[in-house]
Structure formats: structure tokens, C-alpha cells
């Protein structure tokens, strides 16, 4: 299935694109090179020089521009050969790469694939609970060889909690709690609502919930195109008042590298106002989630991936149980646009529909 | 070429199955998971999970029923779910494994991938020199990477015991010893003589011939299909009376793992009546073979591969000689067999002439 | 693209083949075998027993003729099977493997991929420096993971020096040096001149040139197909009469293990009448290039080749400089050539024009 295009997508951590060292990653199946000019600006072009096709993030960087590492032609943030140190120093007309739409924001570079023009009526998404200027964060990174949208069903059914961790977030009550999914536009939610459970050590700690003591644990998922995801955790002791609540708050982004591959970013936030608690915590979080993300999730989605190869996931006619209500509505969503965009994309009649959601990325071949 | 369907293979080894750890193997390109009941029935069904695909090979065993590791669906011996922990309980209509019918029998397991009601009435070959009742047996197992039936190839033509293992198997001889093949119905034999012949010390051990004296050596092969072989080897000191000579029989059981990978498990057998010394040599067989199947045999075996790929073994043209007569017959029968499967399988006309062999199965797309 | 066949290509340096061991190696997507008959001269056969596909090439070369490791036929220079050990001895038919014609010089083998009976109509080109009689050689090798195309490009654009390897054969000024392209026939030459250059110390060294003295250096590239260059490098001081000019050679031969690797020979020669100074100058030329070479080319080759794949290099539409004018010219030249060999090779009609290049390899499926 191609990807969708017209979409903000995750490209990299803010702290990952400096000024002096521009940073290679794959995305959507193409070779992307970023970096920082020195007003802050994040420049996200292909990462193929249009002369021979030598990498651009090899080369140096050179007053704001990306200089070949094999011939030295010179490249700006519009894209454009701003110098050809050979001969006459003519530029040739074709010496130009494609340049992607970024924004900078929740501790994050985000990039958009679809048509340049279209970026800028496309709002971000909300994590407000990342805004560093207000919270405490900290984040993680794992590359999986597994296609995004299994993933995002990992994460929109988070009963699996009891089967694959159960040593760290799972309990044997997870999969009898009771769930709703809800959809609004292209938005999912699923609601997990455990009552009287004895938590992990690593959910207690997290929570302020003494060891043995049972809890009441709510999780709340939230999922926007294309792999977008909130996960609300709100725990107290069973039975004490609702303002006894803690809250924790991840956010969980999906980017493809290539249709079997995906970065997986996720991030944790905490307000500024919890002092140094709400610091350690989040960097707890993430400390204590990457062994049960790497070691558990991941060989799980490798291993789905491998089973499903490169075939259609609904050509192998999955069994559908109740609790895979909210990922079939994302796959469902992902479906519809982009059927969309390839149809905005094949349309060129005139008095054809106008588009309203986006257009679908080629996929370059490889 | 497809593989043959209507045909027993061996899975694994009695031993490899048990109550506590299920074991996955790739077989004719599927995925399989094998374990034994309490009862000691060994179970064998498709390794993914009907809900998400997850191999649930990597799950528990609870109560004689497999346990996905992602959702904690269980699957019973039949291939059904037994339970789903989630919700009401209630199991969904598609939650189903496919389950291949088993036998167990001269210490292995063997496997059915045609239609299951045909298993019952096809027999499995007689390798009785394997029953652990009345024999000592010793085996070994290697994972091949080339096609199954150039494995057969190897075992039908024992010439090349005096170019691939002329230290251990091999003489000067053997090029020169008088070869005879024939067959019947389905079965191949290969019968092949030398006279006169100083045999390495390894053979010269097994068969109580000192060394440097001259034996006359009789080598037996008999294949049947899918990839079923025993080699019967006679031998006595040269010109001594019939009666004198010592017999050893080893099967060999090839397995498709897939078009370019074979299992291939060996055993060797002998009667418990020779106590001690037929213990030890069938482990002396096992041990002395291990190294020059894994180190000549496999190489050779890997490099045809390579240099067949994925082409038609007829497609390359083999210049035949009169040592491949009982290797072609075995090709040419598997040809006649996999044809009749497919014409079978096609057959949907009303009238159409009854199956008499078995169904080819289709190949899971890898 | 298809290779051209009708052409000469090296398959080895002359030390590596002996009368003892047989060489293996791929050439233009065919596995051949190398080795040397007692006369000294080289045979070249498809590295592929006719009867069951086994590699010759680890077999035992016995009175000239090499057999099979897996039935023990054996096979002579002319690609005929000499002897079978088995039954009667009578040689099928088909027992024959293609033998290719060679050539040494230069301390090299060559091979021929086209029809026999035209390699003797097709002289060598000339690389005299390198003739051992009458100079100092010294010679290196790299497998490189890129089209061979990619380092003819590479070697007819030395301008790379300059961003490549600013450490060792690069300078500031190689960029805007002059630079001139021309061919003749089917040879193409390129020349770019430096005035007033500081060279680097390695290059300094090279050419007898004081540390931080300006020099003028000139580069001069000669190609032919189908990837055989020489390049000349004459460096004087700056200013300094031409008589006092030093000279450089070296041979750079280009030929394709697959569409998507290259064996890259290369060899530099001095005459003997230089004496020790000679024969350490092209030593010390080898053991310095292997590591820009190896180190800066290769990685950058190799980049190419993954930004290209299995596309078309002109689909992707390069962006062309001045710079690129010999190598665009090399290109054309093997379009023509190979176009040619394909019009030939399907040209069955009576009265079709008479060959005049080669023809085109047939690509064996891998």
C-alpha cells in the first residue's frame, strides 16, 4: 500500500539536527538529509545530488549550505545549486533537489511529503504535554523492521500489556477490563478501564501506588493519521477519591522508513511545576519502557511482519475480536485517505472534485 | 515446482517433541508448530495466530492448549480456540489453526499436508530396522541449503564417496564397481558392488574388516517418495562365505523446509540382540558421518544450488550418465506424482477420474 | 544493460594463476574457472560441471585437466570431457564446458567473452609501461560493491581529487583547472592542467617536488572500452623548463563481476632504467593509493550504486556539467557498442549487414 503523503510525519528529535552535522534518514522509502541553518531553521531536502547521485549528507556544511561531498556543488535550503566551483561556475538548470516543508515542535522536526503549498493549511497535531517550555520530557527511539500500522495496532490494543509484559505493565486483569472505542473525523480513541488491580513494581513506582496495594487504572489511546498516538495513563488506589488520580502522558509517532521498516519515536511529559519528581519521572519512564519496547514488542512485530511479508494484512482474513475495534478504525481511516489522495492524484479532468485531504507519496524505487 | 501434498514427511524427531516447549519449523514453506499432549499425542498446526499472526510457537502450554504470547487466545489440539480471555468470552467464527495429521513411528514424527481425511488410508514406508523396541538407534540432523532433491541425487548415486569423502567413505574403486537400478511401482533401488576393495579405516571399523585386508562391499539404496531413502550396507573380508557378511542399514528423510532448503534427519539402526557393540556402532556411524556430510556433502550440495538458483533443474541441460539412471528415475517420479496432484486439484468437473495419489500444496507466498 | 562481450577484459593478474590451484571467479555474471597448463599457458572454462552443475574450480588439476570434485570427470583446456571413471568410460555427449579464449600481457590475463573465432581478430590495447620486460610494476585490486560504469565516470573526472581526497591527491585548485575532452574512435581522452598548484606531500613526493613549492601538474586520462584507462599525471615545479618534468603511469581496468559489482585492477609501471628508484616509486604509488581507493572512492561508488539500484542511470536524469564531457562520452560509446552487438546477435536474415564490433554477452540468470 502506498503511503500517505499529505500528512506530518516525524522526521527526527529536535536534538538530532545541528548546524554543523547533517543527519541521513530514510522516510516514506526516500533518502532525506536535514539540517539546522544557523537562524535554527531545519532544511529537509532529498539526500541525492541531482549531478551523479552522491549522498548530500556526506558532505560539509558551508554557510548554511550543503556541499557534495564528491564534486563540491553547493546546495541551499530552497534546494537550489547555489555554486558550482567547476569552470565558468555556471549552475545547469536541472541542479536543483526537492525540498520538504519542516516545522519544529513538541521536541520534534516534522516533515511534510505531500505538495509544498498544502503544508502550510495542514495544522500539527497537539501534544501540548511536550511543550518544553512548560514540562519535563524525555525520549526514545527504536528502529523496527516491521510495517507502522502494526505498530499502531500494538498500540491501540494495550491488553497485550498482560501477555507480553506481563513483568512490567501487564496484570493478569488487563484482559477482562472493560473497553470503548470511539471515533470522531479521522480521530480514534479506546478507553481501558481496569478496577481493583495489583499492579507491577515499575506501574506502582510510576504511580504512587504502594506494592501490593490495588489500584483502579484507567488508559486512555488516542490515534491520528498517520501514526500519531497518545497514551493516557490514570491510576490511583482503589477506591480513593478522583483527585487522588496521577496521569502520565506518552506520545508514541510512527514514521515509516520503508513499507517493512519503521522509526518508532515516542516521548514523555511532565508539567515543570512537579520540580525535580516530574523530571525524574519521565526519564524513569522511558528508561524503564525501552527494555519491554525492544525486547518484547519488537520481536512480536518482527515476527508478525515475517508472517505477513509483503501480502495485503487483510488478504490473510484475521479473526476480529471486540478489542480490535479502535485499530480496525484507524486501518479503515488510513485506507480512505489514501484512496483519496490517489484519487486527487489520478484526477485531472476538469470539474473534478476538489481535494480535501492530501495526496499520496510515490514511493521511490527500491 | 510445487511440493508434493499426499505424502508423509518427517517433522522432527520423536525426541525434539514434548509437553513443555513447542517447537517451530518451517516445512514445505509453512510455518509449523509441533508439541505433545499429556497423553503424548504430538499436535501439529499452522504457527499464526488466526487474529494477528503472532507464531504462537513463542506461547504456552496450559492445559494440553497453546497460548498466543500476544493476546492470550488458545488454541487446542484440534486447531480450534478454546478460549478467548477478552470480553464475554465469546470465540469468533475465523479463530481457527489449520491442523495436519500425525503419526509417530521409528522415533520420528511424520507429517500430512495433503487433505486430511486421505491421511488414514496411506501407509507409512517401513523403516522397521528403526523400531526402538528391537533396535539400537542413533541419528543426526542437518539443515541443507539446497533443494531436497539434489540431496536425493547424492544419496542415489554413492560414486561420489571416491571424490567427495575419499577418506572416509571412499577407495579408488567404487568409480569402477558395477552399478545396477531398478524399480517398481513408486520405489527406486540402486544396487552397487566392489570386489577386492581396501576400504578407509572408518568403513573397515564399522564392518570388522582389519585393515589393509581386501572386502567385497555391497551398497543398497531404495528411495521412495517424497525424499524417503535407506542405504543398506553389506560388507565381508573379500572371498570370505556369504554368511560372514555384516549388514548396516541407515534412513535418510529429506525434508523440504523450503524450495531451497532441506531438513535432513538420518538414523541408524541395529539390532538390540548385538548388546553393547551395536550400541556403540551405531553411535560410531553417526559420529564418523557427521563430519563429512556436514563439511563435503553440504558444500557441494549448497554450491548446485547456487548455481541452479531458482531455474529448472532440466532447464540447465545435465549431461546423464549411466550412474544417474536411479536419480533420474526418482525425479521422473516425483514429475508424475506433483503432476497428478495438480491435475487433481484442478479437476473440478463433475465425472472427473478419482484421485488415486495425493494434492500438491500450495506454496505459502515467501 | 547487457554487457558487450566482443571486447577484452581482465580476469585476473598473471601471479594469481597457477598450474597447482584453479582460480574461481564471476566475470560479467558467469562463474568461470582459471588455471595454467604446464606450458604456461591459461585456460578459462564456465566454472560449472555439465553433469550435476558441480564448481570445478575445487577440484584437482591432474596432467592439465581439471576434475570434477563431485564424480570425478575430468576436463581438458579445450572444455572437453577427457576422461570418465565410470562403468565403460564412454563420454556423453553433452560432457563439454565453454572455453573462453585468453590472453596475458601486462602482467594480466585477458578473456573474451564473444564468439571464438574473433578474438584473434581483435588486438589488445596498449598498456606498454606496464610490459615486465621492460619496466618496475606494482599492482593492487578492489572489489567494489558498483556498477563498473560508476568508476569509469569516477577515473574520467579526477576534479573529484580535490573534495574526495583532500588529504592525499587532492588541492584547492583541481576544481578550476582547465579541462579538455576529446575522442577518437571508440577512445576518449581527458585532460585538466594545474598552474601553480600546491600539491599535497603524497603527490609532492611522488614527483620530487619540495614540500609547499608550487607546481604544475597535469592530468591526463585515456579510455577505451569497455573500462580500460590509462592515466599519465606529469608534474614539474612551477615555472621549471619542460625537460624537467616527471611522469607517471598507471593502467585502471574496469571489469564487471555483476551488473552491480566491479573488479577494479589497477597497476602502475616505471622503466627499469630508473633502477632502485623505480621500482620503490611504484610501490610506494600502490601502498598510497589503496587507502583513498579503498577508504573515499569505494564508500562513494558504492553510495552511487544504492541512490541508483536496478534503474537505468539516465532515467534519472543527471544533472550534466563541462565536467562530465568525457564520461558522458564513454557512456555513449558503450551504448553504441553494446546496441550494435544486440542488432547483430538478432540479426538472422540472409544478406544482414556484416558485423563489425562484438557481441553482447548473454547475462546468466542470477
Known amino acids: 500500500m502506498p503511503f500517505l503523503s499529505s500528512a506530518w510525519y516525524v522526521a527526527a528529535f529536535s536534538r538530532e539536527i545541528t548546524v554543523d552535522a547533517p543527519l541521513a534518514r530514510t522516510l516514506l522509502d526516500r533518502a532525506i538529509v536535514l539540517y539546522r541553518e544557523a537562524s535554527g531553521a531545519v532544511v529537509a531536502l532529498d539526500d541525492r545530488c541531482p549531478h551523479r547521485f552522491a549522498p548530500l549528507s556526506r558532505g560539509r556544511l558551508i554557510d548554511g549550505a550543503l556541499e557534495c561531498p564528491y564534486h563540491g556543488l553547493r546546495f541551499g535550503a530552497a534546494g537550489t545549486c547555489v555554486l558550482n566551483p567547476h569552470g565558468d561556475g555556471r549552475v545547469p538548470a536541472g541542479a536543483v533537489v526537492r525540498r520538504y516543508p519542516t516545522r519544529e515542535r513538541y521536541g520534534a522536526i516534522w516533515i511534510w511529503f505531500g505538495e509544498a503549498h498544502e503544508a502550510a493549511t495542514v ?15 524525555c525520549d526514545g527511539y527504536l528502529l523496527t523492521q516491521a510495517n507502522y500500522q502494526l505498530s499502531a495496532d500494538n498500540l491501540l490494543d494495550l ?20 473497553v470503548q472505542s470511539a ?14 488491580e495489583i499492579l507491577q513494581p515499575f506501574v506502582g513506582r510510576s504511580f504512587g501506588v504502594p506494592d501490593g496495594k490495588a489500584a483502579d487504572r484507567d488508559l486512555d489511546v488516542r490515534w491520528q493519521p498517520p501514526g500519531l498516538l497518545t497514551i493516557t495513563v490514570s491510576v490511583r488506589e482503589a477506591g480513593a477519591a478522583p483527585e487522588m488520580t496521577r496521569v502520565g502522558m506518552s506520545a508514541h509517532w510512527l514514521t515509516p522508513e520503508t513499507a517493512a521498516t519503521t522509526h518508532y519515536f515516542f516521548s514523555f511529559g511532565l508539567p515543570r511545576e512537579m520540580g525535580d519528581e516530574g523530571e ?13 519496547f525492544r525486547d518484547e514488542d519488537l520481536p512480536m512485530l518482527e515476527a508478525q511482519q515475517r508472517a505477513i511479508g509483503e501480502r495485503d494484512f487483510w488478504s490473510l482474513r484475521p479473526a476480529l475480536l471486540p478489542i480490535d475495534a479502535g485499530a480496525v478504525r484507524a486501518r479503515r481511516i488510513m485506507e480512505r485517505l489514501i484512496a483519496d489522495d490517489l484519487a486527487y492524484l489520478n484526477a485531472a479532468v476538469p470539474g473534478a472534485p476538489q481535494r480535501v485531504a492530501g495526496c499520496v507519496s510515490e514511493v521511490s524505487g527500491r
Chains 1, 2, 3 share one sequence.
Open 123 to 137: 495544522p500539527l497535531p497537539e501534544f501540548e504535554f511536550l511543550d518544553p517550555l512548560h514540562n519535563f520530557t
Open 159 to 178: 491488553s497485550h500489556f498482560q501477555y507480553l509484559h506481563p513483568d512490567t505493565l501487564g496484570s493478569d486483569m488487563m484482559a477482562r477490563g472493560t
Open 183 to 196: 471515533s470522531e473525523g479521522d480521530t480514534v480513541w479506546v478507553h481501558r478501564a481496569m478496577r481493583g
Open 280 to 292: 525524574a519521572l519521565v526519564r524513569f519512564s522511558v528508561e524503564g519502557l525501552m527494555k519491554p
